[in-house]
């Protein structure tokens, strides 16, 4: 199974934002991350995953660990999404035939790799002038 960490950040909401992942497979990590200007952070959060599962391929196995309860919800279908559907529309793209699993994880609690990827997405938020 691979395991895919993900977080989005944003300086304002809407603002300068920034994704990031890290997906781990076989002790090997993909580190990714970018940024966008005039943004929010459900868009920056709902990106991160998105380009995270275009490197699970159709019936692979992935656990995304990410620390926003929008996009948990809203992939598992719990809650509705009202917002944001062009992304939804992607998202459901590149989940199809992926075997997903997700947990929350509290952001800002030592969890290693939330804290990597937390730190990655908000220097690029950052690094927009």
Not at 28 to 50: G, P, Q, W
């Amino acid at each position: 199974m691979k395991i895919l960490y993900t977080d989005g950040s944003c300086i304002g909401n809407p603002g300068n934002g920034g994704w990031a992942f890290i997906l781990i497979s076989d002790e090997i990590e993909i580190h990714m991350s970018e940024c966008e200007k005039s943004t929010t952070n459900n868009k920056m959060e709902l990106r991160a995953v998105i380009e995270g599962l275009k490197f699970i391929k159709e019936k692979e196995k992935c656990k995304i660990y990410s620390d926003s309860r929008y996009v948990i919800n809203c992939a598992t279908n719990m809650w509705k999404r009202k917002a944001n559907t062009e992304l939804w529309l992607e998202y459901d793209e590149v989940a199809k035939g992926k075997i997903l699993e997700f947990e929350w994880v509290k952001s800002h609690n030592g969890n290693e790799y939330n804290e990597k990827v937390d730190k990655m997405a908000l220097n690029e938020a950052r690094s927009i002038i």
